[in-house]
């Protein structure tokens, strides 16, 4: 969130003369939520482009609604029947169709029930920023950031699962934690910090051989993850093969927001290694760019597709992206 602090400041000025920068809500409610939805080309400048990198462009969307509500999605699911759970950094899960042909549509935001601590700095401490799904979608994971806390739910969503805060993130930053939490098939879990740091300017990463939130489960081990120059990791899903893509964010002045997707190889890991990968994409103006927090990995028939969406913050000057790729079987 270092980024975000850099650009709140230099908004002040605009707060000065009283325009409102941030409309995110003080009390989330849950219900209906209309929603438009605008279809966009991957790079404005040259329409008929679909490859970006290693990926084929199917898609992308602006999104956007009046509530107020709507916005800061940090995290993605993607159900066995298609549908669309957007996870908001307030604790909203938003159930979104696949876009489609219509403009408008209406969905149903839902809220984590989450067990708040009696005294907090901050009057809504819950920061819902990652998510991870088992394969039959039963249950999904929820990484907090500032709680520093991991919580299983079923997806009906009537209840809170249990919870647990590893003390091997304690030393993580609180508003740089637990951005990325990826399940194996194999039922172990990977979380990576945004900006926990590990050796040699790494992340710090922890692998848990089962549901991190159940205290039966051992110890995580440490690992890191050494995103490209100037990057953090912002999310992370495993692909198949040993192999796991996460999304790497950067914001600056100069450039705006990037995003860079690396393939890292974590089909033999262990205590202490440090693992890098190899980029496979990259959002840079004047392709679409923003800042992209959430992805999913959705297998559609023999076809791998890749959902990425980007976290507006409830900032005007942010844009809901939501934008639709295919993954090729040869990675």
């Not at 705006?256 to 890098?276: C, E, I, S």
Request: proline share 8%; glycine share 10%; net charge neutral.
């Amino acid at each position: 969130m270092r980024w975000l602090i850099a650009l709140l400041f230099a908004c002040l000025a605009l707060v000065g003369i009283g325009l409102s920068i941030n409309t995110k809500p003080a009390t989330p409610t849950p219900g209906p939520v209309a929603i438009s939805i605008e279809p966009l080309v991957l790079n404005s400048q040259n329409p008929a482009q679909v490859r970006l990198g290693e990926l084929r462009y199917l898609g992308g969307w602006e999104l956007k609604s009046g509530r107020t509500l709507f916005g800061g999605l940090s995290a993605l699911a993607v159900r066995p029947d298609g549908q669309i759970w957007a996870l908001s950094d307030g604790g909203v899960v938003f159930e979104l169709p696949q876009p489609g042909a219509a403009q408008k549509l209406i969905i149903q935001a839902r809220l984590l029930p989450i067990k708040k601590p009696k005294k907090h700095w901050m009057p809504r401490p819950e920061d819902s920023e990652s998510m991870a799904a088992d394969a039959d979608f039963r249950h999904i994971w929820v990484g907090y950031e500032l709680l520093q806390l991991i919580c299983r739910y079923e997806t009906s969503l009537t209840a809170i699962g249990p919870c647990r805060r590893p003390h091997q993130m304690s030393g993580w930053p609180p508003t740089e934690s637990i951005e990325s939490l990826a399940r194996l098939p194999d039922g172990r879990f990977i979380a990576i910090s945004e900006g926990g740091a590990g050796p040699a300017n790494g992340r710090d990463m922890l692998v848990f051989a089962a549901d991190p939130e159940n205290l039966a489960t051992r110890q995580p081990f440490r690992m890191t993850y050494m995103p490209p120059t100037g990057y953090d990791p912002t999310d992370a899903v495993y692909v198949g093969g040993g192999k796991l893509l996460v999304l790497n964010r950067r914001a600056t002045l100069f450039d705006g927001f990037t995003a860079v997707l690396t393939l890292v190889n974590v089909k033999h890991m262990k205590p202490g290694a440090v693992l890098d990968g190899h980029e496979i994409a990259r959002l840079a103006s004047p392709v679409l760019a923003d800042n992209f927090e959430g992805m999913a990995l959705e297998q559609h028939g023999t076809q791998r597709i890749l959902w990425l969406v980007s976290d507006d913050n409830h900032l005007f000057f942010q844009r809901t992206l939501l934008l639709k790729f295919a993954l090729p079987n040869s990675l």
